[in-house]
């Protein structure tokens, strides 16, 4: 009995190499985002200002409340990186995979 493994090896490697170019691309977008809100900090005693108001029990006034705010964009980075990683680990697989069919073939 012959097993054809080619579709789902090529399937299983397309998928591992798409999430890690999106995870890439996440994170390159939330990486510039954050380096654009840096840039536009304001003076070190409104940033100053800001945490005292914080640690005063304001802190619902100070959190984000949309999509770009730098809370939002650490939370991407860190989801892409998550992503990045478990791409990573089908490619993994697909690889060990591969070698292991190779070596019963050999």
């Known amino acids: 009995m012959s097993v054809q493994f080619d579709g789902n090896i090529n399937s299983a490697i397309l998928s591992g190499m798409l999430g890690v ?25 409104e940033v100053l200002e800001g945490a005292a108001r914080q640690q005063l029990g304001m802190a619902n006034k100070l959190l ?25 680990k089908v490619l993994e697989v697909v690889k060990d995979t591969v070698g292991t069919l190779l070596d019963e073939k050999a």
Request: no cysteine; proline share 4%; glycine share 8%.
């Open 21 to 45: 170019q999106r995870a890439s691309d996440g994170i390159t977008q939330h990486s510039v985002s954050l380096a654009q809100q840096q840039a536009q900090l304001r003076t070190p005693e």
């Open 64 to 88: 984000p409340s949309g999509g770009d705010s730098m809370t939002s964009d650490l939370v991407g980075l860190t989801l892409n990186l998550r992503n990045a990683q478990a791409s990573s």
